[in-house]
């Protein structure tokens, strides 16, 4: 391992980890995960292993690290830096609690898969919320948990062990959010919920219509009189919904289905304990259509619209407002805001999950599948639960893989399900649920 990626690893470390003391309630969790993220290879050490020499730390870009180069036109990479800014300053005002929430955010929080064709760690940047951002290939080897907010970028391209990793992150209490191509992941690993529908669209930009603006997900989203105007890639998939009375419709178009053959843009669903929401187009917008006077306006307009005052947009004019139109700031605004809603409503959401989960574990473990009478000797601890994903160091790994059953580590937070005696059911936040003696939990 070289010293940039030993220095990357430690970056990661301390980051996740610094997260203020009110939000530590995850700690042993997080620690499992940026073990995983930071460790060389959980692989055998066979040659013929398909995940030999890829499971190198270098791969991962922590918080705002490398950029990943330029995405869009220069005018609306410049209208998502303004969006953002305006976005802040708007929370700021009208809504601190909620932009605390974001600041509180422990990086582990929210975890980010690398596209080609999106990039929603570039509204995350604009945004300042911490994040980490992983490939795909690597996603079924992370060791999710329950709290976290899953972000896939088109394309979402993911093997069928990822598809089922994010339906038991979906189904333990995890939110994911998809855009554009990613509806495959959606469509295969909910189905009956969602799928591909109508025609593929062009290079287009329609106007949208936001259904209830008293959704978690849609507050303060529209910041102006006129209605943002989406974006749409060439070849993007429009949204067919399989199940009307379970999938909520968010934001439409009459424009997009006349053009294309399906109106939904914006679609959200729970799934048992978690949540999916996915839209047609990308977080990060990369291009506009101005139609009418208002706008072709100049940026200030949209700044007076979205409430800010008139110190605060003179500010903004000498960084540049001026250069940037009304109607593409409210596109940008728009997808931040809705992008920055999501990880709020993540965050409360937590407080109610995390008030069930009242036990931890006194020590490391192995989760029995079936109850055992209490009057068995207890079980031995097996010394594979300590490491990362259960199965560090040398000879535990081969340990971890002859005993399947799930491992917690000490400090995990646990839900207890079931009481049988002196023996308890209970599940942890990475979704593990089985049987223990009570012995082993505070």
């Not at 291009?287 to 003179?314: T, Y």
């Not at 049988?420 to 990475?430: H, Q, Y």
Request: net charge positive; aromatic share 6%; glycine share 8%.
């Amino acid at each position: 391992m070289s010293g940039r990626d030993i220095w990357l690893g430690l970056c990661v470390a301390s980051c996740v980890l610094a997260a203020p003391q009110r939000a530590s309630a995850q700690a042993a969790e997080r620690k499992n995960f940026t073990d995983a993220l930071v460790a060389p290879s959980a692989a055998p050490p066979t040659s013929s292993s398909p995940y030999k020499a890829k499971l190198k730390p270098k791969v991962y870009n922590f918080s705002d690290g490398t950029v990943d180069g330029k995405l869009g036109s220069r005018r609306m990479r410049r209208a998502n830096r303004f969006a953002a800014r305006i976005l802040r300053q708007r929370m700021q005002r009208r809504r601190p609690n909620d932009l605390r929430l974001l600041r509180e955010a422990a990086a582990a929080d929210v975890i980010v898969v690398r596209g080609s064709y999106d990039r929603v760690q570039d509204v995350l940047r604009a945004v300042k919320v911490k994040h980490v951002v992983v490939p795909p290939r690597l996603l079924p080897r992370l060791p999710l948990f329950s709290t976290q907010t899953l972000m896939i970028n088109c394309p979402g391209r993911l093997g069928a062990a990822g598809v089922r990793k994010v339906r038991h992150f979906v189904r333990t209490g995890g939110h994911l959010v998809t855009t554009d191509w990613a509806l495959t992941v959606v469509a295969r690993a909910f189905p009956g919920t969602i799928t591909r529908g109508g025609r593929n669209t062009k290079n287009d930009v329609v106007k949208v219509k936001f259904l209830d603006y008293k959704n978690a997900l849609l507050k303060h989203a529209r910041a102006a009189k006129v209605a943002p105007r989406w974006w749409l890639e060439t070849g993007s998939y429009p949204i067919r919904v399989l199940a009307p009375r379970k999938v909520k419709v968010l934001i439409t178009s009459n424009e997009m289905k006349r053009k294309y053959g399906a109106a939904p843009i914006a679609v959200s669903f729970r799934f048992h304990d978690g949540k999916v929401l996915h839209m047609t187009s990308h977080f990060y917008l990369q291009q506009a259509k101005l139609r009418g006077r208002r706008e072709r306006a100049k940026g200030s307009a949209f700044a007076k619209a979205a409430g800010l005052s008139s110190a605060q947009v003179a500010r903004l004019k000498k960084q540049g407002l001026e250069k940037v139109r009304a109607g593409a700031l409210n596109a940008a605004y728009a997808m931040q805001q809705v992008t920055a809603n999501v990880l709020v409503d993540k965050a409360r959401a937590n407080k109610r999950l995390l008030s069930k989960f009242k036990a931890r574990a006194k020590r490391g473990f192995r989760l029995d599948r079936a109850q055992r009478p209490s009057a068995s000797p207890p079980q031995k601890r097996s010394a594979a639960v300590t490491g990362t994903s259960m199965g560090k160091g040398k000879g535990k790994g081969r340990a971890a893989r002859r005993d399947s059953r799930a491992g917690v580590r000490k400090g995990f937070m646990l839900r207890v399900l079931q009481r049988k005696g002196k023996r308890v059911k209970v599940r942890d936040l990475l979704g593990n649920e089985g049987w223990t003696d009570e012995s082993n939990l505070l």
